[in-house]
């Protein structure tokens, strides 16, 4: 698809962008410095995501605070080609789920794109935002997720958390198996889902299981490479895939 015609099919303008973890699988390093503010190659990783948004026509994104959140609160305002509104959850930790349903005034009735600040990738021949717009169809669908490789994904050493039917429906990795697809921390979402939900700490794991009971959670296979920067460690194998990328 070209850049017009992606520009006259369906695209969020609303993103919700996860920033208030407190980053202790990243320590000592997070000690002092929020994890989306730790950098990659001179680039913090909350502003990696914000270039994958504007480079997908976002206008606005809703970020969530709660640890170091006045650093957070001050970077994510230099911002000039993106509108970011933030919301506060220095009280109360409200956790994957429930940030969303606090920031919900924020997002609108249209579906929106749900990142995780941490989550970087090296697009492929497509890019994956987009891509994720164009298999959209809120008619079979309430959530769409970013999947990538289990194998493969530099910094991840896990055993993946689904498997994906032919048409994208989704199911939960079964018992001692490896699953061939990990989420790679990138979504579209549907508001309607969590809109009768009490403001409460919750995981979106909770959201995910209840869609995939009713066949309505999806996946769209990453392109390229995704960079689980999850440690201090993985921040070198990171920074070391990118560079061989650009060469």
């Known amino acids: 698809m070209t850049d017009a015609a992606f520009l006259s099919a369906f695209r969020p303008r609303k993103a919700m962008v996860l920033a208030a973890g407190r980053g202790k699988r990243m320590r000592p390093i997070t000690a002092t410095t929020p994890k989306p503010l730790v950098e990659v190659l001179g680039r913090s990783l909350i502003d990696r995501v914000f270039d994958r948004l504007t480079e997908a026509s976002v206008e606005t994104a809703v970020v969530n605070v709660h640890y170091l ?13 993106l509108s970011v509104i933030v919301s506060d959850e220095r009280d109360l930790l409200l956790d994957t789920g429930g940030g969303v349903v606090k920031a919900l005034p924020h997002l609108g009735s249209e579906p929106f794109y749900h990142l995780n600040s941490d989550s970087i990738w090296i697009e492929g021949v497509s890019a994956n935002l987009p891509a994720l717009a164009r298999a959209w169809d809120g008619a079979r669908m309430d959530g769409l997720l970013l999947l990538a490789p289990t194998v493969g994904s530099v910094g991840y050493s896990g055993v993946g958390d689904f498997d ?8 939960r990795r079964r018992e001692r198996t490896v699953a061939p697809f990990v ?8 508001p309607g889902i969590f809109t009768d939900l009490p403001l409460a700490p919750f995981s979106l794991n909770r959201i995910f299981d209840e869609l995939i009971g009713q066949g309505r959670l999806h996946g769209v296979r990453l392109e390229g490479t995704w960079l ?3 440690t201090p460690e993985a921040i070198g194998q990171a920074e070391r ?3 061989l990328s650009a060469e």
């Open 228 to 230: 689980h920067v999850g």
């Open 183 to 190: 989420y790679a921390g990138a979504a579209i979402l549907n």
């Open 164 to 171: 994906m039917a032919g048409d994208g429906r989704l199911t």
């Open 69 to 81: 959140a006045d650093l957070i609160e001050v970077h994510v305002g230099k911002r000039r080609d």
């Open 241 to 243: 895939t990118i560079r």
